[in-house]
């Protein structure tokens, strides 16, 4: 029996609820993490009391979501490929994979330095820069993008960790990031006074720091994975099992930041209040969503292990416990959210309508919490199992369904119908999601075990 401070005891021998809450609570503080990261910058720059620069930071957010959607592709992909090799028993599997994994992470950050760089001015039109913001999101961009190999990396290697079942470490790695972001954002911006490329250099630092302690982890603590360069052997079997998940990942990404921009277009049309109720609303519900997805992708290494190591009862025993305390757990999040919602809506604005309109949100909001839980354990469902084409119907599902429905939805009900389509379209994804497990639940679970790594859907 494994030492239960061997990371792979919770994938292969731990109780299910034991393995669960191991993997599932360093991403949902993880998810923490990532808000504290997100409005570091903006607030170190706030101090500055310089509204291009603060415009400047709220330009860039889809740049950078478009630099983590690529991270997502070696790091969804990787991890749950790594995670089946596992379940296979195959080892030298796994060094291959990580190794190929990790400096194909490194290579895609140069690759997105080469492209970028000579279209900063056509990439700041896209965004919305001018005027007085221009030069401070120029500064941004071009900062953020030289560190790109470290960027993508630190995303792919905090998640192929997490493959291996190190969720702790992975943990470490993300908290280093951010620490050493918020000790060097004053230096940079304040001291060395370089406003909004201090704040993407900082960022990129704190990059830096995670990449060498997770490179540091797998050289001399991790069982399985390597980085060494002679594993480097990348081969069509290991680049369509990162790859083919992978992908799904970097749509999903890809399609929801074309999908909120539309919606804050759409609420725009009836008043400032109203996008302003659908922030607040919406932050107040991330924490119910943000907790279902630490719960939901936290869970995928144990799933791809169990499958690929052909431990039929243990899957169906780990799927059945987190749907149960996916369910659970939204659930009751959103019934404390709406018994408190006037109160909670009333931190954060005091104007009359703002409440009404904010608690209506509310309310809707929170009945889509449950189905964005559900929607995406489907999808980290069908990226544990490797089924691309699945996980890939449920990414562009996700991220594409909103469109219509709020078009149709502004035509035939103007705010009413705007207000509902978040909720709708999430409805209509889970539905995607469990006729699509429904019809391939069969083939996936009955699939020979020798199939089960490389099978090509």
């Not at 005891?9 to 923490?32: Q, R």
């Not at 860039?60 to 790594?82: D, H």
């Not at 009751?332 to 018994?339: D, H, K, Q, T, V």
């Not at 999808?379 to 078009?407: D, H, Y």
Request: proline fraction near 3%; charged fraction near 10%.
């Amino acid at each position: 029996m494994k030492n239960k401070n061997d990371t792979l005891y919770y994938l292969n021998e731990a109780p299910v609820s034991k393995a669960i809450f191991h993997m599932a609570i360093p991403m949902i503080l993880s998810m923490a993490i990532n808000i504290i990261y997100n409005i570091t910058d903006a607030f170190y720059i706030g101090i500055l009391n310089d509204t291009s620069m603060l415009v400047a930071m709220t330009l860039v957010l889809p740049f950078t979501t478009i630099l983590m959607a690529i991270g997502e592709i070696f790091g969804t992909g990787g991890s749950t490929y790594i995670s089946r090799l596992l379940g296979e028993k195959n080892l030298e599997g796994v060094k291959k994979a990580s190794a190929v994994n990790f400096y194909l992470s490194i290579f895609a950050g140069f690759i997105f330095i080469l492209i970028i760089i000579p279209m900063v001015y056509p990439i700041l039109k896209l965004l919305g820069a001018l005027g007085n913001n221009l030069i401070p999101t120029k500064n941004f961009i071009i900062a953020y993008t030289i560190g790109a190999p470290f960027i993508i990396a630190n995303f792919t290697l905090s998640q192929t960790l997490r493959g291996e079942g190190a969720s702790k470490e992975s943990l470490i790695g993300m908290l280093i990031s951010i620490i050493i972001n918020m000790l060097l954002d004053p230096v940079f911006i304040f001291l060395l006074q370089m406003g909004t490329s201090g704040a993407a250099v900082s960022t990129v630092i704190g990059n830096i720091f995670a990449v060498i302690y997770y490179i540091w982890y797998i050289t001399k603590k991790s069982p399985v994975q390597s980085t060494s360069f002679k594993y480097f052997k990348p081969d069509i079997n290991i680049l369509m099992n990162i790859f083919k998940v992978g992908i799904s990942a970097f749509l999903l990404c890809c399609f929801l930041i074309v999908s909120s921009l539309i919606f804050n277009n759409y609420a725009m049309i009836y008043g400032e209040h109203v996008v302003a109720a659908f922030g607040i609303a919406n932050r107040i519900c991330q924490i119910s969503d943000f907790i279902g997805m630490g719960l939901y992708i936290g869970v995928v290494p144990l799933i791809a292990f169990a499958y690929s190591a052909g431990n039929t009862n243990r899957l169906k025993k780990i799927l059945k416990t987190t749907i149960s305390y996916l369910i659970i757990i939204i659930l009751g999040i959103s019934l404390i959210l709406f018994i408190l919602k006037n109160q909670i809506i009333g931190l954060f604005s005091a104007q009359s309508e703002l409440i009404n309109i904010g608690t209506r949100i509310l309310v809707i909001l929170l009945i889509s919490t449950l189905f964005a839980g559900i929607s995406g354990m489907f999808t980290s469902m069908f990226q544990a199992f490797g089924k691309g084409i699945q996980s890939n119907i449920m990414s562009i599902a996700r991220g594409t369904i909103l469109i219509p429905v709020i078009i149709i939805g502004n035509i035939l009900f103007k705010l009413d119908g705007v207000i509902w389509s978040i909720t709708i379209s999430e409805c209509l994804t889970s539905l995607i999601g469990f006729l699509l497990w429904t019809f391939s639940k069969k083939s996936i679970i009955e699939l020979p075990l020798k199939e089960r790594t490389f099978d090509s859907l």
